[in-house]
């Protein structure tokens, strides 16, 4: 009989934690997936894999699980485990600059070498997310290969199954591409391991062909349903047998097999990730930036803070070293990928991972500020943003950002003390899983076989589509409403109401206010209209923003009725504060309110409102349904505050307003 040729098969898993994750988490995954893994994996010497543990995960095992550590390196001694390296805090890599991902691999493989005693090779691609503009600053880099997903080759016409590497080439730089296979990810581990094996061998092979997993480690053991069918029913022990006792299945790392066999040619790689990613963003990752505002608003913050820093580092001379690496260090953990987009998992819904983007881009901030600037601690500016400029101020304990094109409302209140963003909100949208929140799709019951994460849609809890409510607008703070009459807290809550005016989202004038004896102000102003018995009549206002010595903001309304008719509404200021769960199930409806008071126990912060004129005030928490690993769930995003106050103008007439507001 003739011989049949021997599949090759390349073992890689994935090891991540986003940073700002719950120690509980770090350790959970740890416990049910990493660790017995990896002590499994020990168990089974001749199989060789490769590895990827992010940064941010490091630097959690090195302080909390040494003896882990230890046995990775007895691993790695013994030629079983080959490192890849990537960027230290898992950003997506086209969606930083390109100065500061060359930065996390260097820091990365500094990293691997002083752990493990050898400079990584390869990068694990962050999602797999690929950008042909990455080529040569990869290469560039000292990377000799990276792993995408089968989905990125077929999109150039190869045929699947893609196996075997490539080549892509930008000028003199060039860099090996292989493809991880969707089907073994779809295999491993929810299936018998028999079938794993049986795919491999009824598949047509050359012996330059390899067959690549690539997947997350969390799928063995901490994703639902899998920690009993991976280590309690030896699944992972038995594939590792299987494997051992199979003599026409040779395993490889990467770099085994570059070093063995030469690249099936060139390709050009466009725009993609994984297919489920091009599912969740609409074709291509930087869709999010469009889908969700609140992300656009974190890079562009995270784009502008890397460009300061670059600066800085030039002025500063002797000094740049020490300001370079607090700073930098601080910059790239705000650059981690998972808060800046939705799937499968929460990411983008889970509050402490955005707060963890800004704690760390306000640390970078105020590290910079005072290394470039020396002065009383007041200072305005108008700074440039991708998505438009903002209007900055800082004050000696408060950094505020207002929108001119957005309702001239503020976008981010930065306390510095605590580095905490009071204004890290998320709007509620609508996602295309909450149609099916009556049609989940639930776990069988005695089904012998977990299923693998992307085919389920469980809920957390009963009664998910009595929350589904959704914002018309962002969730930001002193913005303007006009009602015709006061509107009730539900209708407050559920965003059910009508808007009379056109003032909430809409551009704004703006210019400054300089000031001799006191600190300058900002002047924003809009010409709009106001609602009333289906005419819509002119209405100005004028909103002036003045910081006040301290740490408080006062903002002055001056509202002005340019019709020639008699006009009355009801004037909402809306807040929302990132504040914990103190309000989490609280709602309140105050009537006769001069001033009010938010207490967050948990970082110690109080936030004070205190109004010119008496004001109904209500108090909402607002809470997003969003899809996680789990299931659907309900989860509190900020709480929301409306000061109502009635309005009469009689043509021609002005009338005034004030409102401010104090951190501490």
């Known amino acids: 009989m003739p011989e049949t040729t021997p599949k090759n098969l390349i073992l890689c898993v994935h090891s991540h934690q986003p940073v700002g994750n719950f120690d509980s988490v770090f350790k959970d995954a740890y416990d049910r997936s990493y660790k017995p893994f990896f002590e499994v994996l020990d168990r089974h010497a001749s199989i060789r894999i490769a590895c990827h543990f992010s940064g941010s995960l490091i630097d959690w095992l090195e302080a909390h699980q040494p003896d882990f550590i230890r046995l990775l390196k007895t691993m790695a001694r013994r030629g079983q485990l080959e490192f890849i390296g990537g960027g230290y805090y898992e950003p997506i890599y086209g969606f930083i600059p390109k100065n500061d991902l060359v930065g996390q691999i260097e820091m990365m493989s500094w990293k691997i070498k002083a752990l493990f005693g050898k400079v990584p090779e390869g990068v694990w691609l962050t999602e797999r997310v690929w950008d042909p503009d990455l080529t040569a600053p990869l290469a560039g880099a000292g990377v000799q290969y990276t792993i995408l997903d089968d989905f990125h080759f077929e999109s150039t016409g190869k045929a699947s199954p893609v196996t075997g590497y490539y080549r892509a080439k930008s000028g003199d730089k060039e860099l090996d591409l292989f493809a991880s296979m969707k089907q073994l990810r779809y295999l491993m ?11 491999i061998h ?5 012996p330059q062909d390899v067959f690549v997993f690539a997947d997350d480690c969390e799928k063995f053991g901490l994703w639902p349903g899998t920690y009993d069918w991976v280590y309690n029913q030896g699944w992972l022990d038995h594939f590792l047998t299987l494997l051992e006792k199979d003599e026409s299945i040779r395993l490889y790392t990467f770099s085994q097999f570059r070093r063995k066999f030469k690249p099936k040619g060139f390709v050009k790689i466009p725009h993609a990730s994984y297919s489920e990613m091009m599912e969740w963003s609409g074709g291509r990752f930087y869709n999010f930036l469009n889908k969700y505002p609140e992300s656009r608003y974190m890079r562009d913050r995270m784009w502008g803070i890397s460009r300061n820093l670059q600066k800085a580092i030039s002025k500063n001379g002797s000094h740049a070293p020490k300001l370079g690496q607090k700073a930098r260090e601080s910059l790239y953990k705000a650059q981690c990928n998972c808060p800046y987009w939705h799937g499968v998992f929460g990411g983008l819904y889970l509050h402490h991972l955005r707060s963890a983007v800004f704690e760390n881009l306000i640390k970078a901030d105020s ?31 408060l950094v505020s950002f207002f929108n001119p094109r957005y309702g001239a409302s503020l976008e981010e209140l930065d306390f510095t003390p605590k580095a905490v963003n009071l204004m890290c909100n998320l709007q509620r949208h609508k996602e295309p899983y909450h149609e099916t929140v009556l049609k989940k799709k639930p776990v069988m019951a005695g089904s012998s076989e977990p299923l ?20 018309l607008y962002r969730r930001l703070s002193f913005m303007d409403h006009l009602f015709d009459r006061p509107i009730t807290l539900e209708a407050f809550s559920e965003c059910s109401y009508k808007e009379r005016g056109d003032f909430i989202n809409a551009a704004y004038k703006a210019r400054r206010i300089p000031a001799k004896d006191a600190l300058e102000k900002i002047l924003f102003e809009r010409k709009g209209v106001v609602e009333i018995g289906g005419r819509k009549l002119p209405l100005r206002l004028k909103k002036t923003v003045a910081p006040v010595r301290g740490n408080s903001l006062e903002v002055s309304y001056e509202w002005t009725n340019e019709s020639r008719s008699a006009v009355s509404f009801v004037f909402g200021n809306e807040f929302n504060f990132s504040i914990g769960d103190d309000y989490a199930r609280k709602s309140v409806s105050e009537k006769s309110v001069r001033e009010w008071i938010f207490h967050d126990s948990w970082r110690g912060i109080q936030i004070r409102l205190e109004m010119q004129a008496e004001v109904w005030l209500l108090a909402a928490p607002v809470e997003t349904v969003s899809e996680s690993e789990m299931g659907l769930e309900r989860t509190y995003q900020e709480l929301g505050v409306l000061l109502q106050r009635k309005v009469k103008l009689k043509p021609g007439e002005a009338k005034e307003h004030r409102v401010t507001l104090t951190v501490s």
């Open 202 to 206: 009824s598949s047509a092979a050359q």
């Open 189 to 199: 581990p929810f299936r018998k391991a028999e079938e794993t094996l049986k795919f």
């Open 367 to 397: 590290l910079i500020h005072a290394h470039s600037h020396k002065g009383s601690g007041h200072e305005m500016e108008c700074v440039g943003f991708e998505s438009g400029d903002r209007w900055q101020l800082r004050q000696k304990e």
């Open 452 to 471: 693998s994460i992307h085919e389920l849609l469980g809920s957390k809890e009963s009664g998910l589509e009595k929350h589904l409510h959704y914002d």
